[in-house]
């Protein structure tokens, strides 16, 4: 037994924080290395030591092994727990840190090399007698005719997997031939700057199937024992973003046959230390079957939904069996209480195709209660960069039985407060509300299967009232008295003007149903008090934007006002607002140009505008122009190339993913404004379009 009494987490953000709270519980002093980015991040202060490793990208901080190494030995680190992702599956990095007398919070080097590249492991797999989904290994130096060939053999639909990794990065679906080799030079541009490994294949995708995988620990003494499985069907880009525990779908007798499976693996290759087999699963009843995917040999992002339903810390039996200690219970000791969801908050706009979303988080408050468990990575104050991972927080709750959690759940995403940056809480909160989820129905196009609840809008009454309850925000006097500007002694607020019986109109913009539309809000003062008037904006003069006068509402909360509130800083204000007659609870955080509204858990962000002014697409169109900062991985078109509408022309990485500029007409490329490698901000013009005419 070798006592670990000063850990050093090879990672940031959220899991650092997980490790670095169950250590200091245990005792063990925690040692933080962090990029420049990160230098303020909440994982920073809680450990105990912490150490710059300089650089912004991923590749100059996290998985340079060679300053993380060198951060232990200054920081007199006696072990290093790698998290998941960066360097947590290089075997070649746990052998390096075992090397200079490190203990490896982990499992061994031979295991995580035989399983770490997915062509492998799927023979020992299939030795193993474990049943494989049809696919075919891509050696680099394939010509495109042979390219076709393997995938005419697999069938398509195929997935273009990284062989290294795992994450959604590097992963392409692929339903014709014509887009396969595109689709396997954008994967092996991903893997290799994901995982430095540019290796692919190509896999059967096997649709409307639900991903399940089994959680296994092993132990230095022979012992492997399964916690379970969890389901992670319902996925974004390949990546999951609801996790739950029991699986809805997978009948008893596939269970039984899945920890059987995962247990035999994972004993195979004399495995110790935290994994997850990975299956897909396929029909129902009688008639379901499964096949092996992969094997994680690593701490999974989700693994708290097993620890909820299980009562045990998973990061807790890491240390221990790094120690040489055997696994603290046997298989018939673990048992499973009740029903555990978990969902991903990712700063990123669904309704934008998933952009990722840049900034300062102006507001946050995610809190923990009864039965609901936070992990995060971020605070009030916290940046959200280009650099990395989109993922803000995992929130998972428990219940005694799945519509229990699932309602719980999707309580304290309602009742969550973020602001600063855009984020899929609204997505989420429709999901786990959503008949389809609550019946079970979750196999992993539910998504595609769903998209209204991808970018979910908020319906038509409470629209109205969101928009009514921007009318009070921007134009009624006692609110714009609550705001900084006007603590400051900054005169009048947007739209406010000191004279009786003059109407005030703003112009709002906000995004519904992928689309954006435009609003108008009124009001017209007097002594008595007010009136406002709300309505959908049309193309032309303002005069079209008349308001019927059921549309008129009084707030009658306060004397005089239109309502009553309470200010929470960052000067959130939430009060009563009745409409029509109908009164509801409201909050909403307004400035000079974006007002935010909250009801009943919908939200809407309108962005004030002026009076006709030019949409977003018009304000770019000097060319296509990048949707996020990032960098450019790679350019695929030349000056004087005639391109296509939906031609790919620039790739760019933002936030560990590839973004594709396509064309968004015909045309001759007149000229490059990128080249690769550089960096860009957002809204870059990366090439300039002469459109030409289809014959």
């Known amino acids: 037994m070798t006592p670990i009494t000063r850990l050093l987490v090879a990672n940031r953000g959220e899991i650092a924080r997980r490790i670095i709270r169950t250590a200091h519980e245990h005792g063990i002093e925690t040692v933080a290395v962090f990029s420049d980015p990160d230098r303020g991040a909440p994982f920073v202060d809680e450990a105990t030591y912490a150490v710059a490793l300089g650089g912004s990208t991923s590749a100059e901080s996290y998985l340079d092994a060679e300053k993380v190494l060198d951060a232990a030995r200054r920081a007199g680190a006696d072990s290093v727990h790698p998290g998941y992702g960066f360097l947590s599956e290089n075997a070649d990095f746990a052998s390096a840190a075992a090397d200079v007398g490190l203990v490896w919070v982990g499992p061994t080097p031979e295991s995580m090399r035989a399983m770490a590249l997915k062509v492998e492991a799927k023979r020992i797999a299939a030795a193993a007698g474990v049943p494989l989904v049809p696919g075919a290994e891509l050696e680099p130096d394939l010509s495109e005719a042979d390219l076709l060939t393997r995938g005419e053999l697999v069938g398509y639909p195929v997935l273009v997997k990284a062989s290294a990794g795992g994450g959604g990065k590097g992963m392409r679906i692929v339903r014709a031939g014509a887009d396969l080799a595109e689709a396997v030079a954008g994967a092996r541009r991903e893997a290799l700057a994901s995982f430095g490994d540019e290796t692919v294949f190509l896999e059967?995708?096997?649709?409307?199937?639900?991903?399940?995988?089994?959680?296994?620990?092993?132990?230095?003494?022979?012992?492997?024992?399964?916690?379970?499985?969890?389901?992670?069907?319902?996925?974004?880009?390949?990546?999951?973003?609801?996790?739950?525990?029991?699986?809805?779908?997978?009948?008893a007798r596939t269970l039984d046959q899945l920890y059987a499976a995962a247990v035999s693996l994972a004993s195979a290759i004399g495995?110790?230390?935290?994994?997850?087999?990975?299956?897909?699963?396929?029909?129902?009843?009688?008639?379901?079957?499964?096949?092996?995917?992969?094997?994680?040999?690593?701490l999974q992002v989700e693994h708290p939904v097993t620890e909820m339903v299980t009562g045990l810390d998973l990061v807790e039996w890491q240390i221990l069996v790094a120690q040489g200690d055997p696994l603290p219970l046997r298989q018939n000791e673990i048992q499973r209480d009740g029903h555990a969801i978990e969902v991903r908050v990712y700063a990123e706009d669904p309704s934008r195709d998933y952009l990722p979303s840049t900034g300062t988080i102006t507001a946050y408050e995610l809190l923990d209660d009864l039965g609901v468990r936070v992990d995060d990575g971020v605070a009030r104050g916290s940046v959200v960069s280009p650099y990395y991972d989109p993922m803000l927080a995992k929130v998972i709750a428990q219940g005694p039985d799945r519509a229990a959690a699932a309602s719980r759940l999707r309580q304290a995403l309602i009742e969550a407060d973020i602001a600063g940056v855009a984020t899929n809480m609204a997505?989420?909160?429709?999901?786990?509300?959503?008949?389809?989820?609550?019946?079970?129905?979750?196999?992993?196009?539910?998504?595609?299967?769903?998209?209204?609840?991808?970018?979910?809008?908020?319906?038509?009454?409470?629209?109205?009232?969101?928009?009514?309850?921007?009318?009070?925000?921007?134009?009624?006097?006692?609110?714009?008295?609550?705001?900084?500007?006007?603590?400051?002694?900054?005169?009048?607020?947007?739209?406010?003007?000191?004279v009786a019986a003059a109407p005030e109109l703003v112009r709002l913009r906000s995004r519904v149903d992928g689309v954006d539309r435009d609003s108008v809000v009124a009001r017209q003062w007097n002594r008595a008090g007010g009136r406002y008037w709300?309505?959908?904006?049309?193309?032309?003069?303002?005069?079209?934007?008349?308001?019927?006068?059921?549309?008129?509402?009084?707030?009658?909360?306060?004397?005089?006002?239109?309502?009553?509130?309470?200010?929470?800083?960052?000067?959130?204000?939430?009060?009563?607002?009745?409409?029509?007659?109908i009164r509801r609870e409201v909050a909403w955080r307004a400035d000079e140009s974006v007002v935010e509204v909250a009801v009943g858990g919908?939200?809407?962000?309108?962005?004030?505008?002026?009076?006709?002014a030019a949409s977003s697409h018009e304000a770019v169109s000097a060319g296509p122009a990048t949707p996020v900062p990032g960098t450019v991985t790679h350019v695929a078109v030349a000056v004087g190339d005639q391109v296509v509408a939906g031609q790919a022309l620039v790739v760019l990485e933002a936030m560990k993913m590839e973004h594709t500029i396509r064309a968004d007409t015909d045309g001759i490329v007149e000229a490059l404004h990128v080249a690769e490698g550089d960096p860009v901000e957002a809204h870059t013009v990366v090439v300039t379009l002469t459109p030409t005419l289809r014959p």
């Open 271 to 298: 495995y110790v230390g935290a994994g997850t087999v990975e299956f897909l699963v396929s029909g129902d009843g009688a008639a379901q079957e499964f096949f092996f995917l992969e094997m994680n040999t690593r």
């Open 534 to 581: 709300i309505g959908d904006a049309i193309e032309g003069s303002v005069a079209a934007q008349e308001i019927s006068t059921d549309s008129r509402f009084e707030c009658l909360d306060a004397p005089r006002l239109s309502a009553s509130y309470l200010s929470h800083p960052p000067f959130r204000t939430e009060g009563r607002l009745e409409v029509d007659g």
């Open 427 to 498: 997505s989420l909160i429709a999901i786990l509300g959503s008949a389809e989820f609550l019946s079970g129905e979750t196999t992993t196009s539910f998504l595609d299967d769903n998209p209204h609840l991808v970018a979910a809008a908020a319906p038509t009454d409470v629209r109205r009232l969101h928009l009514a309850a921007a009318a009070v925000a921007l134009l009624d006097p006692a609110t714009i008295a609550t705001r900084p500007s006007e603590r400051a002694g900054t005169p009048g607020g947007t739209g406010w003007r000191n």
């Open 602 to 612: 919908w939200r809407t962000v309108f962005e004030v505008v002026e009076p006709w």
């Open 204 to 251: 059967r995708y096997v649709e409307r199937s639900r991903h399940v995988e089994v959680q296994v620990f092993g132990d230095s003494h022979g012992s492997v024992v399964h916690l379970f499985e969890r389901e992670c069907s319902i996925q974004r880009r390949h990546q999951k973003i609801v996790e739950e525990s029991p699986s809805p779908g997978a009948t």
